[in-house]
């Protein structure tokens, strides 16, 4: 069992082109999770999902886009990348999205936007 | 507005005890997690308080006031594959997790 696969592990990208991030996990779970870490900050939520279906903003939405067209797949896109969005991506998945279900965390995709 | 504050970095001895404090201030609450990062590494689920006490885990415990808005993480025995940054998460009114910055932790033989 994989648990949640993200691709590709690390891109640079130039400034102005269109990227998407891929986000597979084989748990069957509900609800799945995009945040971005940078250093010094916590980790912070750019969109969720809570079922497949449905998506929803986080505290980072601006420059990202996402869909959920069914369960296992929660890919993100950045229409036109910009410098500021140098950073980790992890995506995450839980259960249910509620009270108490922890999240389990894919490996993470590095991304330099030059 | 939401904020979650953890010391930025700890360092330890190995086999000494550590604890890792965490103090939130959030619009509303529905839990608190602690999650283990390795360096270069995806976070790794720890623990989970929604009451207050103590949670014990093997060497790991963490601990809930929800009317001082604290709680800490205490590792016990400590290896030095404990050497790691540890992320404090408070699951607001919304059930969204907002995330401290987490504390680096360094064991010294």
């Known amino acids: 069992i994989a648990g949640i696969t993200q691709a590709p592990t690390s891109q640079i990208l130039a400034a102005g082109r269109r990227m998407t991030l891929r986000c597979t996990q084989d748990?069957?779970?509900?609800?799945m999770y995009w945040y971005r870490q940078d250093l010094g900050l916590g980790l912070r939520l750019i969109h969720y999902?809570?079922?497949?279906?449905?998506?929803g903003k986080g505290e980072v939405p601006d420059g990202y886009s996402v869909s959920r067209a069914n369960t296992d797949d929660f890919p993100l896109t950045l229409a036109s990348a910009v410098p500021s969005q140098t950073s980790v991506y992890f995506c995450?998945?839980?259960?249910?999205?509620?009270?108490?279900?922890?999240?389990?965390f894919g490996p993470g995709t590095r991304l330099t936007v030059l | 507005g939401q904020n979650i504050d953890q010391p930025t970095e700890m360092t330890a001895t190995e086999g000494a005890i550590v604890q890792i404090n965490c103090t939130y201030q959030?619009?509303?609450?529905?839990?608190l997690f602690w999650y283990q990062q390795h360096a270069g590494e995806a976070p790794t689920f720890l623990s989970y308080n929604v009451l207050d006490g103590l949670e014990e885990k093997g060497r790991f415990s963490s601990f809930l006031s929800r009317s001082k808005g604290y709680s800490y993480l205490l590792l016990k025995e400590l290896q030095m594959k404990d050497s790691a940054s540890y992320l404090c998460a408070v699951m607001d009114s919304n059930y969204q997790l907002i995330w401290g910055a987490g504390t680096k932790l360094i064991i010294k033989p």
């Open positions: 748990m069957r779970h509900n609800a």
């Open positions: 995450a998945s839980s259960d249910l999205a509620g009270v108490g279900n922890e999240q389990f």
């Open positions: 999902s809570n079922t497949a279906g449905t998506t």
């Open positions: 959030t619009s509303g609450f529905n839990g």
